[in-house]
T-cell receptor, first 111, second 111 residues
């Protein structure tokens, strides 16, 4: 089975802090994604990466950046956390038949 | 504008009831529709539908796609408390690597 691991289940940070969310997949997938999930808004794509060092903005990239130095690892960076970035963050990787496999999510609270 | 809409937003039933969840879509170059179940963790894959009128079935869960009317339904028969979750539907966008997600249906099955 595909395993997508997010490093933290819960995080509490202060406004202005730099935040790193890590995601690792073990299936050699080329495509990886970061979503945020908010009540009533569903999943919204922040960034995705289609190969090492390759990335593309999603629908809501403002305030975020990403890093993909190795194929298995895709990191989401909040350069200066703000309260409106309090959310559930989901990482996913994609198999060749289009299925998405999700990590367990990181619930981030920015105070 | 491409979109995926799920209904109802939430649903409360009792064990043993049958439920039907709806997902309608309007997307360019439709290829497939996916259903996921999300409990307090990662969304897990349920079904992928590509052909109209062909039912996919897994135990008490089944799903069917109507490409003419642009919708899919997810049926759960003889519901159990373990079916309580948010059910998400999604469809790939035209450029393959991104998905449109519905906002989800929150199902609560009471004993």
């Amino acid at each position: 089975d595909v395993k997508v691991t997010q490093s933290s289940r819960y995080l509490v940070k202060r406004t202005g802090e730099k935040v790193f969310l890590e995601c690792v997949q073990d299936m050699d997938h080329e495509n990886m994604f970061w979503y945020r999930q908010d009540p009533g808004l569903g999943l919204r794509l922040i960034y995705f990466s289609y190969d090492v060092k390759m990335k593309e903005k999603g629908d809501i990239p403002e305030g975020y950046s990403v890093s993909r130095e190795k194929k298995e690892r895709f990191s989401l960076i909040l350069e200066s956390a703000s309260t409106n970035q309090t959310s559930m963050y989901l990482c996913a990787s994609q198999s060749t038949n289009e299925k998405l496999f999700f990590g367990s999510g990181t619930q981030l609270s920015v105070l | 504008e491409d979109k995926v809409v799920q209904s109802p937003l939430s649903l409360v039933v009792h064990e043993g009831d049958t439920v039907t969840l709806n997902c309608s879509y309007e997307v360019t170059n439709f290829r497939s529709l996916l259903w996921y179940k999300q409990e307090k963790k990662a969304p897990t894959f349920l079904f992928m539908l590509t052909s109209s009128g062909i039912e996919k079935k897994s135990g008490r869960l089944s799903s069917i796609l109507d490409k003419k009317e642009l919708f899919s339904i997810l049926n759960i028969t003889a519901t159990q408390t373990g079916d309580s979750a948010v059910y998400l539907c999604a469809t790939p966008r035209y450029n393959f690597n991104k998905f449109y997600f519905g906002s989800g249906t929150k199902l609560n099955v009471k004993p």
